[in-house]
């Protein structure tokens, strides 16, 4: 999937918490989110890896809100 978040440039507050999601991969957020300030990934139970450039190009990400028992470190 190219570009989940295109067209989102506005966008200030991204929840994707109670998922399935496993992984958080690389450039996860790209496609323009410019303005996003806050994302919430709690209770994706399951999730163990979060790649090192998955919140790059995020400049006003102030907030991750995440918590895993699986996470690897």
Do not use: W
């Not at 507050?13 to 994302?39: D, Q, V």
């Not at 790649?51 to 918590?67: C, G, S, W, Y």
């Amino acid at each position: 999937m190219a570009a989940p978040f295109k067209g989102l440039k506005y966008l200030r507050t991204l929840s994707l918490s109670r998922n399935k999601i496993k992984l958080i991969g690389e450039h996860a957020f790209s496609g323009g989110l410019f303005a996003l300030e806050e994302i919430d990934v709690r209770e994706n139970f399951g999730l163990s890896t979060v790649q090192e450039n998955a919140f790059e190009n995020l400049p006003k990400l102030r907030t991750i809100n995440l918590d895993s028992e699986s996470m690897l470190c």
